[in-house]
């Protein structure tokens, strides 16, 4: 008795588990169509998705913008264990997708299995309310969805905007196909509107990891060809083996009314029960919302006139003050060289980080573009005295005027409060420092440096002798010479430059350049052409050596190029001196010249040194050089680091960096503002 007791004991327990476990495992479900009562009790919906009574319908979207809806069946599809019976399951339902009338229809919707039935953080735009930028193309979304997509998206790469797909955690479609089905009478596809308002039959069919998707017009049977078949491993995508099924759609900027009518699901293709097209409901036509009184009407477009009105006239003073620049009276003479900040704002993108050439000690760079100008370069300059602004605008604008075919142009500047803009031609090809001292470009051939020496030879010679006035660079320097794409070379950076009526010098308070270039008499008797000289004989050493005047990182022998090219010549080994880089490639004879130049150029002594007129015939050979040696007095001598001296504006230059530091005094007939505006340079020094 009690052996019978057990046994009954057990075979309870037996089946009240094979009743659990068919209840999870054979989900199965029929809607003819959608009551609040049944429906909404076993859909869980969000979004704007709700049951439309009497209709019963399931309403997935409305005529409203960025909106989505999700209906999702409020027990989750449970694939059981690896070791059970093979995965499958079927469904079928009618949808219809309404436009509205006279107005391009928005996205379509996407039948989801998802292993999450919260999809609130999805955006309501092209992704269908099931991803967001973030989230499209996770493989942790858990996402299988059947796409009816009415939209063309790029980026998603869309065949068309009337296309079924098979999205994996993306809406880039692993498989897709322009809407149709296959018509068995007529033994050929045909074409199916997606977006036509008619009810659509959509069958879902998973067996055996084939994925199959065929659709029909309503009062069909089922084709007997799908238009997508594709292998996919469910398991994959949902590790824990399960999911929600459901409905997403989302409308955008793109709008249409979007409905389910009915809607079956089992995981037996015998089980499946065949939903009963008379008993659903007709499609409703695309209507307005409520009428709006007119009285209404008149509040909201008095509300909205007053709203356009606020907006323009914030706009309005935002952009006044986004664009407002310093005009003063005596700026009249310089218009047609003034540029407006608005121009050049829109020229450099908004000065756009990605368009920034570099960042000095007195400034940013952009490059910008201006129309039937092209590429430009622009320096922001910060500026808080207005004391000598109109001498230092008179000589940039001055400045402007020198014509030489090897200056760098400037074009013009812009003024704003505490800002000073200058605006110059972009050089494609860099400054020669970038050739010399830097890996990203590729070292230069002597005849390229021989023809780069020549000209900025050419530039100085005309800023001493060709202009109206004379004219002080007093920063020349490999970073302050600009090559074009044919390494054709122009001087620029005119920051520094000043006018000097007759050559006469400048006081030793207004003292500025770069350490190695600068000529001892600069802190006693001031800047002259002779100190021009100077850092141009530096720069000629610096371009045949590819050395920087002064790097304190070589050994102290090697560390002042000056000294070091003439203890080579010395001991009779001149050529030793020359950038190893050129490997044999130059002319002894022109390598020696341009040495020797360049060691008489920078002769402590200033009445030794040629003026810019002899040097440009030296370099040009058409003239020899005078007669002179190493050991000649004031030959060879470097020129000792000055740091501390009031009034003296240094510039460093090292292996790493080249910034600016100045120092603004009072503005005098011997001292005006000293502000530096490289403005060409691609590395803004």
């Not at 013009?412 to 050089?427: A, D, I, N």
């Not at 400048?506 to 600068?518: D, N, R």
């Not at 000792?640 to 009031?646: A, K, Q, S, T």
Request: charged residues 20%; hydrophobic residues 40%.
């Amino acid at each position: 008795m009690a052996e019978r007791f057990y046994l009954l004991l057990l075979f309870l327990i037996f089946l009240v588990n094979l009743i659990c476990f068919s209840s999870q495992q054979d989900l199965s479900f029929v809607f003819n169509g959608f009551n609040q009562d049944q429906a909404g009790d076993e859909l869980l919906l969000d979004g704007f998705a709700r049951i439309q009574s009497p209709e019963r319908l399931l309403q997935l979207t409305d005529a409203t913008t960025q909106q989505k809806g999700h209906a999702f069946f409020n027990r989750p599809f449970d694939f059981g264990s690896a070791s059970s019976q093979s995965l499958s399951f079927f469904t079928h339902f009618v949808c219809a997708l309404v436009p509205k009338p006279g107005v391009d229809g928005g996205h379509g919707i996407a039948f989801v299995l998802s292993s999450s039935n919260d999809l609130k953080k999805a955006d309501p735009t092209q992704y269908l309310g099931l991803f967001n930028i973030s989230t499209n193309g996770s493989p942790s979304s858990h996402v299988l969805a059947i796409e009816l997509d009415t939209v063309q998206s790029a980026e998603f790469d869309d065949i068309d905007n009337n296309h079924v797909g098979i999205d994996v955690n993306s809406l880039q479609s692993v498989v897709s196909a322009s809407a149709s089905y296959y018509s068995d009478r007529e033994g050929k596809n045909k074409n199916l509107t997606l977006l036509s308002g008619d009810p659509i039959q959509v069958w879902i069919d998973y067996e055996d990891t084939l994925l199959n998707v065929t659709l029909a017009p309503l009062r069909d049977q089922k084709p007997s060809k799908p238009l997508l078949s594709r292998t996919t491993n469910l398991t994959a995508i949902f590790p824990d083996r399960r999911a929600f099924l459901g409905f997403s759609a989302a409308t955008g900027s793109l709008i249409s009314n979007q409905y389910i009518l009915g809607w079956s699901f089992s995981r037996s293709r015998v089980l499946l029960k065949s939903l009963d097209i008379s008993k659903l409901s007709m499609v409703p036509l695309f209507t307005e919302t409520k009428e709006i009184r007119s009285t209404l009407l008149i509040v909201l477009f008095v509300i909205l006139a007053l709203v356009v009105i606020m907006v323009l006239g914030g706009y309005y003073l935002y952009r006044r003050k986004k664009y407002a620049e310093v005009k003063e009276p005596w700026e009249k003479e310089y218009g047609p060289l003034r540029y407006s900040y608005e121009s050049l704002y829109k020229a450099t993108k908004g000065f756009n980080k990605d368009g920034r050439l570099g960042k000095g000690g007195f400034g940013e760079v952009y490059k910008g573009i201006l129309p039937l100008v092209g590429d430009i370069a622009v320096k922001r300059l910060s500026h808080d005295a207005e004391q000598g602004m109109k001498q230092f605008v008179a000589e940039v604008v001055t400045m402007g005027s020198l014509q030489h075919k090897n200056l760098v142009p400037l074009l013009g500047y812009c003024r704003r409060k505490g800002e000073l803009l200058l605006v110059s031609k972009y050089m494609e090809g860099g400054s020669v420092d970038q050739y010399l001292f830097y890996g990203d470009k590729p070292p230069l051939s002597w005849s390229q440096r021989l023809t780069i020496l020549r000209d900025i030879a050419s530039a100085l010679c005309y800023l001493h002798t060709g202009a109206s006035q004379v004219v002080l660079h007093r920063d020349i320097k490999a970073s302050n010479v600009m090559l074009n794409e044919n390494f054709q070379a122009f001087l620029g950076d005119f920051g520094m430059a000043r006018f000097d009526d007759l050559g006469a010098n400048l006081s030793a308070t207004a003292a500025v350049g770069t350490i190695g270039y600068m000529a001892l008499e600069l802190i006693s008797t001031g800047t002259s052409t002779k100190t021009d000289v100077y850092a141009f004989g530096a720069f000629m050493l610096e371009v045949t050596c590819g050395r920087r005047p002064f790097d304190p990182e070589m050994p102290v022998e090697k560390r002042h190029l000056v000294k070091w090219v003439c203890d080579c010549w010395r001991k009779g080994s001149l050529i030793d001196a020359i950038d190893t880089r050129l490997r044999d490639k130059f002319t002894p004879g022109e390598v020696e010249m341009v040495l020797k130049l360049g060691l008489l150029c920078t002769s402590i002594e200033p009445k030794s040194r040629p003026s810019m007129e002899q040097v440009v015939h030296y370099i040009n050979s058409h003239q020899t050089l005078p007669d002179f040696s190493p050991d000649t007095p004031g030959i060879g001598v470097s020129t000792p680091m000055v740091m501390g001296i009031p009034g003296l504006a240094i510039t460093s230059s090292s292996v790493t960096s080249s910034v600016s530091v100045p120092l603004v005094y009072p503005p005098s007939p011997n001292n005006s503002m000293f502000i530096s505006h490289t403005i060409i340079s691609g590395d803004g020094r």
